[in-house]
C-alpha cells in the first residue's frame, strides 16, 4: 500500500528526553494517523534512528540527533522508497537536526550575526548533502516540521499539536479573508503593499508603535496572521519601530509588539501565520533565555494550524517588496488558494527562486531560512471544488472505487517539475576576488557621491550556474551568463535630515563591461 | 542546549547586521573571543535602554550566546573602559 505521509522522527532522542512518556507520544501518533486514514491518508511513522527500519529502507541509521549528514541521507532514502505526498519531521532539532547551511551573507565584508543557517531546506530537496545553500534551489517535496519543545521532559507541546494536526478541519475561504496585519511602523509601506496583493486595498496594517503588545481576542480572531516586526534569538517578543528626530538626527524607537505570553486563549483555531520576523521561527528552549516559550510554538500549542517564518535574520526593504515580503505573500496566496501547508510552503520556496536568474546572497539566505512549523497535510482553507464532484455520479464512483482522484499525484508531478528544472537552471552570486571594471567603478562612485555615502567598501562577485543551464538555454544566453558579475558599493549614508536611513548598497550587475541592471538598497 | 558563558571586555556601541530586518546601532560587547551584541536576559532584543549605562565601560559577565548575541544574566562593571 502506498504511503501518503510519511512521518520521520529519531525515537530514540524522543525517549531520551520523554521516558515512559513516550507512550503518550506514540498514542497521539496513531490517533493522527486513525484520522488521517479517515481523511484518505495512509501514515507511515519511520524511525531514522532505526537500523531495522532504516536497513529495510536500504539506508542507514542516524548514529546521534547531531548527525546532520546522516538525517539529510536517511530522509533522503526514505523519500526515495516511498515516495510520499507529504513529509512531516517529528520534534525540534534536538530529535531532527535541521541542516546548517553556510550563512551566504557571512561571506561578505560586514556579515551579519548568523554563523550559519539552520534549514529545513535541504530535507525538501532531492540534492545529495551539502552545506552550500546554493545547491538547494530546486525543492521538490512537501514537508513541514511539527516541533515538540527544544530541551524539553514533558511532551506536553508535542502532544498537544498532534492532537490539533488529528482534529483539523478545512475551512471555507471567506473565514480567512480578514486577516491581522501587523508591522513595524517604519517598515508600513512594505507591509501593505504585501498585504494588498493577497487581500486587497482596504486590508488595514497596524503598526508598532503604538499598538501592541497586549491584543484582544477579538483583535487576534482572525485566521491569518501577517507580520512584518522586528525578532530577535532566543526571545518571545516581536518589537516594533518608528523612526524619532533627535537633536537633529534620525533615530530609531523600539516598541514590544507582540509576546508569547500575551496570546494565550486569544488565538482561533486554524490559524496560519506567516512571520517576516527574524528568528520568527527559530525554535528554542525556554528556560535557556527568558523562561518564556517562543511566539511560534506559541501559536501553535494555542490552535494554529501552520507557522511560515524564519530561523535567522531575515532580510526585506522598508518600502516596495522583497526577499522575506516576497516568500511570506506567496505562502498565503497558497493557503489561501486551498493548498495544503505544506504544498504551500514549497510552492512559496518555487515561486520567490523562480523570479530571478539568479539570487543574490540575501536571496539566497531568505530562500534556505524560511520554513514550515506545522504538519504539511494539513489543509485551512477548504479548495473550490468543481460543481461535477458533487454530483451523485461522482460520488457512487467514488464509493466503488471505480473513481480514484488522482489530481494530488498531478500536483506533485508539477512540483517535482518545477523544482528540478529550478535545480538545472539558477544561478546564485558567489564570492570572487575579481576587481571591478573601471567605468563600473566609476559610475557606483558617481552614485555614492549622490547617495552621500561615506566608508564605501567594494564587494565582487561572479554569478555561477549549474552545469544542466546549458542544455536549456540559448548560445546567446550562456555568452551573457558567463560574462556575468555583480559589483557592490556599500557604505553609510551622512545622517542627513532627509529621514533616509544610515546604509545604503549600490548593486551593479555587469555583463563583460556594459552595466545591465542596477539598484540602491536601504537599510532600515 | 546553550551553555552559560563568562566574558569579560569593553562596551561600544556598533551598527549591526547591516542592510537586514535586524540592522540596527546596537550595544556591543568587545572582548578577547570576538563582539557580541548585549542582550539582557528578559530585555528587549532592540533599544533595551538599560544597556546604554554600560556603554564606555569595562564589564565582567555572565549569560548563553547565541547567533552572535550575548544574553547576559548577571553582570558587574569593572570601571571605565
Known amino acids: 500500500m502506498a504511503t501518503d505521509k510519511l512521518i520521520v522522527t529519531n525515537i530514540g532522542a524522543l525517549k531520551a528526553k520523554y521516558g515512559a512518556r513516550l507512550a503518550a507520544v506514540r498514542k497521539a501518533l496513531a490517533t493522527l ?4 486514514r479517515a481523511r484518505g491518508l495512509s ?45 512531516l519531521i517529528l520534534g525540534a532539532q534536538d530529535v531532527v537536526p535541521h541542516v546548517a547551511l553556510t550563512n551566504p551573507i557571512s561571506m561578505q565584508d560586514d556579515p551579519d550575526e548568523d554563523a550559519v543557517v539552520p534549514s529545513d531546506l535541504p530535507y525538501a530537496c532531492e540534492a545529495p548533502w551539502s552545506r552550500d545553500p546554493a545547491r ?21 507541546l508535542l502532544l498537544k499539536l498532534l492532537a490539533i494536526a488529528a482534529r483539523h478541519q478545512a475551512r471555507e475561504r471567506a473565514l480567512y479573508d480578514e486577516p491581522f496585519v501587523l508591522s513595524a511602523k517604519s517598515w508600513r509601506a512594505s507591509t501593505q503593499l504585501s498585504v494588498r496583493s493577497i487581500f486587497g486595498a482596504s486590508t488595514p496594517v497596524i503598526t508598532s508603535p503604538p499598538h501592541g503588545p497586549s491584543w484582544t481576542r477579538a483583535q487576534l480572531a482572525p485566521r491569518v496572521h501577517f507580520i512584518n516586526c522586528h525578532g ?17 538626527e534620525d533615530v530609531p524607537a523600539f516598541h514590544d509588539a507582540h509576546h508569547s505570553t500575551k496570546l494565550r486563549a486569544k488565538v482561533s483555531e486554524g490559524t496560519v501565520i506567516a512571520a517576516e520576523c527574524c528568528y520568527g521561527a527559530a525554535l528554542y528552549d525556554p528556560l535557556v533565555a527568558q523562561d518564556a516559550p517562543a511566539i511560534c510554538t506559541t501559536y501553535l500549542s494555542e490552535g494554529a494550524y501552520g507557522f511560515f517564518g ?3 535574520i531575515a532580510y526585506g526593504p522598508s518600502e516596495g517588496n522583497g ?32 523570479q530571478f536568474s539568479h539570487l543574490d546572497p540575501s536571496d539566497l539566505k531568505t530562500a534556505a531560512q524560511f520554513l514550515l512549523l506545522g504538519d504539511p497535510s494539513v489543509h485551512a482553507v477548504c479548495p473550490a471544488a468543481h460543481a461535477l464532484a458533487r454530483s451523485r455520479a461522482v460520488a457512487r464512483a467514488t464509493r466503488s472505487g471505480s473513481l480514484r482522484p488522482g489530481a494530488r499525484n498531478f500536483r506533485r508531478e508539477r512540483i517535482v517539475r518545477t523544482g528540478r528544472n529550478l535545480a538545472r537552471t539558477v544561478g546564485a552570486a558567489v564570492p570572487s576576488k575579481q576587481r571591478t571594471p573601471a567605468a563600473v567603478l566609476r559610475l557606483l562612485e558617481e552614485l555614492a557621491l549622490e547617495s552621500g555615502l ?21 548560445p546567446e544566453i550562456e555568452s551573457s551568463r558567463r560574462a556575468r558579475t555583480v559589483h557592490v558599493l556599500k557604505g553609510r549614508r551622512a545622517q542627513a535630515d532627509d529621514g533616509n536611513p544610515a546604509w545604503t548598497a549600490l548593486i551593479a550587475t555587469v555583463e563583460g563591461r556594459e552595466v545591465v541592471h542596477l539598484r540602491r538598497v536601504h537599510s532600515r | ?68 548575541q550575548f544574553i547576559v544574566s548577571q553582570h558587574e562593571v569593572l570601571g571605565d573602559a
Open chain 1, 136 to 156: 538547494f534551489l530546486g525543492p521538490t517535496r512537501v514537508i513541514g516540521r511539527v516541533p515538540d519543545e527544544v530541551g524539553a521532559s514533558d511532551p506536553a
Open chain 1, 33 to 36: 494517523a486513525a484520522a488521517d
Open chain 1, 310 to 312: 524564519s530561523t535567522t
Open chain 1, 454 to 474: 561615506r566608508d564605501a567598501t567594494h564587494l565582487a562577485y561572479r554569478v555561477a550556474f549549474p552545469s544542466g543551464a546549458k542544455a536549456v538555454s540559448s
Open chain 1, 232 to 248: 530577535g534569538t532566543l526571545s518571545p517578543l516581536y518589537q516594533g519601530e518608528e523612526r524619532k528626530r533627535v537633536n537633529g
Open chain 2, 1 to 68: 542546549m546553550s551553555k552559560t558563558v563568562r566574558l569579560e571586555g569593553h562596551v561600544t556601541r556598533k551598527r549591526v547586521n547591516p542592510g537586514s530586518k535586524s540592522d540596527h546601532l546596537a550595544v556591543v560587547l568587545v572582548c578577547a573571543t570576538g563582539e557580541f551584541t548585549l542582550r539582557r536576559q528578559g530585555g528587549a532584543p532592540f533599544g533595551d535602554t538599560a544597556l546604554d549605562a554600560l556603554v564606555g565601560k569595562r564589564v565582567r559577565a555572565s549569560g548563553v550566546v547565541s547567533a552572535g
Open chain 1, 323 to 354: 526577499q522575506a515580503d516576497l516568500i511570506c505573500r506567496y505562502f498565503v496566496e497558497a493557503v489561501l488558494a486551498g493548498s495544503s501547508l505544506g504544498r504551500a510552503a514549497v510552492e512559496a520556496r518555487q515561486r520567490f527562486i523562480a
Open chain 1, 43 to 87: 501514515t507511515k511513522l519511520v524511525a531514522i534512528d532505526s537500523a531495522a527500519q532504516m536497513r529495510a529502507a536500504g539506508g542507514r541509521p542516524v548514529n546521534t540527533v547531531r548527525d546532520q549528514r546522516g538525517a539529510k541521507a536517511a530522509i533522503d532514502v526514505l523519500y526515495r522508497k516511498h515516495r510520499p505526498h507529504y513529509l
